[in-house]
C-alpha cells in the first residue's frame, strides 16, 4: 500500500460485506469460509447470496465464534 494505505479488490470486497452486517455480526464470502471449515473455534451460518455492489452476487456466510467473550482469557 502507498503510505500505509491497502487497496485492491479483496479489501474493496471486505469493505462492501462488512457494511452488509449487521452490529457484532462477521460476514465473509464463500472462499473465505472455506477456509475456516475446518477451524472448531468458528460456527458457520449460510447467510445466502446477496448482491454487493461494485462486485456482483457474493455468496456470504455468517461467522460465529464458539467462544463467548466471558470466556476468553485476558491479560
Do not use: H
Amino acid at each position: 500500500g502507498r503510505y500505509g494505505d491497502v487497496f485492491g479488490p479483496g479489501v474493496n470486497l471486505a469493505s462492501r460485506i462488512s457494511q452488509l452486517a449487521n452490529p457484532s455480526c462477521l460476514l465473509v464470502d464463500a472462499p473465505t469460509a472455506e477456509l475456516l471449515a475446518d477451524d472448531d473455534r468458528y460456527i458457520l451460518t449460510p447467510f445466502g447470496e446477496t448482491e454487493v455492489r461494485g462486485v456482483g452476487v457474493v455468496d456470504l456466510v455468517q461467522v460465529d465464534s464458539v467462544v463467548r467473550p466471558s470466556q476468553r482469557i485476558t491479560q
